[in-house]
Each structure stands twice: as C-alpha cells, then as structure tokens.
C-alpha cells in the first residue's frame, strides 16, 4: 500500500511553532552507489532513474543557469517495509552543495524535475558540503536548508528542527517561487534567549523548570518563558505578567507571540499570561488565565454528533467519520514523538463541525495554488491532548488552554482525496 507522505500548510502563521509536518517521515540513502539499504523502519532500493529527459534550464525569477541542472545525477527509489518485502512509497534523491542551490536552480528543480515525477512521495536534495542539511519538495512546497537526520545506518529522516529554513511557495502558472517565511537560525534564536534571560529576576530562576523557549520566522518569534516562585500561588500573577512584557518589549527583539507560565514549583503551574503579538500590542494587553485545573483530568464529553446538530445528510455523517479517522491519525503521530515541544501520550477529539458547502466553496478558492477535487471537507476540530511534558509543551499556542496534564486547542483543516484515500492535506488556526 502506498504511503503518502503531506506537509502541511498553514496559512495562519501567527503563534505557530513548526506546525508544518504531520510527523510523517521517511528514510532516505546516504550512498549513490548502494542499491539497497536496510533500517529498522524501512529499506530503500534504487530502481529505474528519472525516465523523462532533463529540460533546458529556463529563466527563472530572473535569473539564468549555464551550469549543469542539479537533477541530472537525481535517483527515484523505492520506499520499502521493513522487512523489504512491501514497497510502501517512492521519493527521489539529489546530492548537491548548498552553494548550488539557488533560487533559479530550485525553481528549475521544480518545475522541471518534480513536478514530471509526481509519482513520488517528494522529493529530497541532500547536502554535500553542510552536515544535515538539505531541500525537502512536495508538489504544493519547498523548504530550502531543512533539517535532516542522519540515521546510523546511513539513511536520513527529515528532521524536527527548521531553525534558519527558507519555506518558498510556487506560483506553477508564472514558473517561479517564492520566499514565504524564513525560519529564524540558531544565532538569532540563542541571542533573543539571552537578553530575555536578562530581564527575569533571579528569583524567578530557582528551578529546573525555568527555561526560556524561543523560535519561529525571523522578525516575529514566538516566545515563552516558564519561570518559578513559591510566591506565584498567592500573589496577583497579571501584574508580573505586564512588567515582564514590557521589559522584553523594549529590547525591541522581533518577538510576536508572547507567553509566561507562573509555576509556584516543579509541577505545579498557577496562571498563563499570553499576548498575541508583542511588536504590534501593548503590554498591559497580556491576558492572565488562572482558573486552571490541577487534580483531574478534563471533564471530556465526546460531541462528535451534538443533539442539537445531528447531521440530518448521509453525506455531512460520512464527512464526519471522515475527519474523524483523519485527524486521529495526525495526532496519534505525536504520541511519543522525539520532538519534545509536541510529544504526547494521549488525545481525545472533543468536537467536530463540518463547514458548509457555500463556506467551503470560498475557502477552497482561497487556496489557487492547491487543486482540490470535489470531494475536499473543510472542517473545524477540537480537542484534547495530553503532553509528555506540560512545562515544555508548544500545543497552547495560540488558542489552547490548560486543564491540568491536558491541553485544550483546535483547529481548522482541509481533508481530501489523495492517492485514493481521504488525506489532511492542509490545517490552520483559521481561515
């Protein structure tokens, strides 16, 4: 069975911490000149190279290319199970230096390369000459300078961290791409931790659990600070929310989405202060929670078909059931994920509402740069997860709310027909 593999898109990037991959990934051959290579997870083995001629390089977002196209050396192989026995996708390689790589050479890539190869899953460049590194591709993305994980046997998974990544869109009538965000690297990142680490009292640092989490597109990060002290259980926590905020505010440091978790020890929080965006709002507009939760878990009731909004259509209890099966697989990828930020040991989908046929209409049309099929469902999610670790979790951000171990968020979501089957395709915090 073919395993398709989907990034997602966001389109509502505010407060948004590396929410652009469904967690799926896989490995990737080190080794041109191997046929094969076994792992644990899969094996992949080289079979027939690109069986279209490579094109003429055009001229790309005003650029031309004499050199050689750098998916002339390109391998497609074949995904295969563990066992080597079951061919469960296919992806394409390339090998070049990041120097290589430019805009004309990935538009030219693109366009000429991986789109007359949509038959793979997408499509990889790795690196020559910068440890870990490379271009990830689908049909709809690029993400230029991604993280790769170099597996022992000498395969690559794509990897969690997109720190100094360039994410590009394509505009496929115009042949040309385009920068969309850039990923703040990990100079910027350490130094924005540093002078916020600054302005916290030491008072506040007596803990382990204190820490400092910064990341996202370069010129509105995202923020949040987990600071520590006994007196958080009994003293007006909003008023220390304002001064932080404005502290951190003049160091004029491109900080979008702020947040601060006041925890009166290692486990207990007490309140959550957050502000949307820090470089366009003022500080005394950071919104305080403290009627959170501690001993129990959520009161969950399911309301994946409400009394009151009973689907009177075969269709809209189909759709349901639909994003339903989608959306429990998206997250049952997180589940003991090695991304610390966004591990989880447990979920429950609270709520589902499938949008209307004249709204999906309009948000389908939004998106000319996916073509949906007829049978794509927009839909809002809601739910619960349970994080590895509370203190260090991401998924609050940027609607979630704490209820003890449980983090209460939702989301919005485009499923379609993909290979076959009804696939996520895209998710958003809105549209």
């Not at 593999?5 to 469904?22: E, R, W």
């Not at 009731?301 to 409400?306: A, D, G, S, V």
Request: charged share 25%; aromatic share 10%.
């Amino acid at each position: 069975m073919t395993k398709r593999i989907n990034l997602i898109i966001s389109s509502a990037i505010v407060c948004s911490l590396c929410f652009l991959s469904s967690g799926c990934s896989a490995p990737a051959t080190n080794n041109n000149e191997t046929e094969s290579v076994e792992s644990d997870s899969a094996l992949l083995t080289d079979t027939s190279s690109d069986s279209s001629e490579p094109k003429d390089i055009a001229e790309t977002n005003g650029e031309a290319e004499a050199h050689v196209p750098i998916y002339e050396s390109a391998q497609i192989v074949d995904v295969m199970d563990g066992t080597g026995t079951e061919k469960i996708g296919t992806i394409s390689l390339v090998k070049a230096n990041q120097s290589d790589c430019t805009d004309a050479a990935l538009a030219d890539w693109f366009f000429n390369y991986v789109l007359n190869n949509t038959d793979c899953d997408y499509h990889l460049i790795i690196y020559n000459d910068v440890a870990n590194k490379g271009v990830f591709a689908n049909a709809n993305l690029i993400v230029k300078d991604a993280a790769l994980n170099k597996e022992k046997d000498g395969t690559y998974t794509l990897g969690d961290d997109d720190s100094g990544s360039t994410y590009y869109t394509v505009n496929e009538s115009e042949k040309t791409i385009s920068a969309q965000k850039v990923i703040a690297d990990e100079d910027v990142v350490n130094n924005v931790k540093a002078q916020v680490d600054k302005v916290i009292p030491e008072s506040y640092k007596n803990s382990p659990q204190y820490a400092i989490l910064v990341g996202g597109e370069a010129g509105k990060l995202n923020c949040k600070i987990t600071i520590v002290n006994e007196d958080f259980a009994s003293i007006d926590c909003q008023n220390i929310a304002v001064e932080l905020a404005a502290k951190v505010k003049e160091l004029d440091l491109g900080i979008g989405c702020f947040c601060i978790a006041f925890q009166s020890d290692d486990y207990t929080l007490h309140a959550f202060s957050g502000l949307n965006d820090l470089t366009v709002q003022d500080p005394n507009e950071i919104n305080t929670q403290t009627d959170i939760e501690f001993e129990t878990n959520p009161a969950i009731e399911t309301e994946l078909f409400p009394e009151t909004e009973m689907p009177e259509k075969e269709k809209e209890i189909e759709s349901l059931s639909v994003i339903t099966k989608v959306y429990s697989k998206y997250l049952e990828s997180f589940i003991s994920s090695k991304d610390h930020h966004y591990a989880i040991t447990d979920f429950v989908i609270d709520y589902i509402s499938i949008e209307s046929p004249e709204y999906t209409s309009r948000v389908l049309a939004s998106i000319p740069e996916i073509s949906f099929t007829d049978n794509a469902i927009v839909a809002y999610v809601r739910f619960y997860v349970k994080p590895e670790n509370i203190n260090q979790t991401e998924w609050y951000i940027p609607n979630g709310r704490f209820y003890g171990s449980w983090v209460k968020t939702s989301r919005c979501l485009i499923a379609d027909i993909v290979d076959g089957e009804y696939q996520m395709v895209m998710q958003a915090t809105g549209w």
